[in-house]
């Protein structure tokens, strides 16, 4: 079982920058890869980053592509998302997933376990 703990959103000015993190307890965090995923009002929820486990590979949607970063700190058991140039379209809650793989996972019907979100608001 892993329980995984968002924090770090908030209201932010359209431009600024916000680093969520996701803090994992359980067992064995680094075997784990992981992913952000945010679902805005009235819309499906949507891949946005994920990480593999040892942190050597990421991967973005083209949406926050060199905008977003995703990483990691296994001795921490915790996985972030550093948030540059942040747009009023970027609104939603933010999800962090777990999924036991080696390899970075986009997809979320394959993660395992999902933390309760944070929700992140950009005003223009």
């Known amino acids: 079982q892993l329980q995984l703990v968002e924090s770090g959103g908030g209201l932010v000015q359209a431009g600024g920058s916000l680093r969520l993190s996701c803090a994992a307890s359980?067992?064995?965090?680094?075997?784990?890869?992981m992913g952000w995923f945010r679902q805005a009002p009235g819309k499906e929820r949507e891949f946005v980053a994920a990480i593999n486990w040892s942190g050597d590979s990421t991967y973005a949607a083209d949406s926050v592509k060199g905008r977003f970063t995703i990483s990691r700190d296994n001795a921490k058991n915790t996985v972030y998302l550093r948030m540059n140039s942040l747009k009023p379209e970027d609104t939603a809650v933010y999800y962090c997933?777990?999924?036991?793989?080696?390899?970075?996972?986009?997809?979320?019907?394959?993660?395992?376990?999902w933390g309760q979100g944070t929700q992140v608001t950009v005003s223009s």
């Open positions: 359980g067992r064995a965090f680094s075997t784990y890869a």
């Open positions: 997933a777990a999924v036991s793989a080696i390899g970075v996972v986009a997809a979320a019907h394959e993660y395992d376990y």
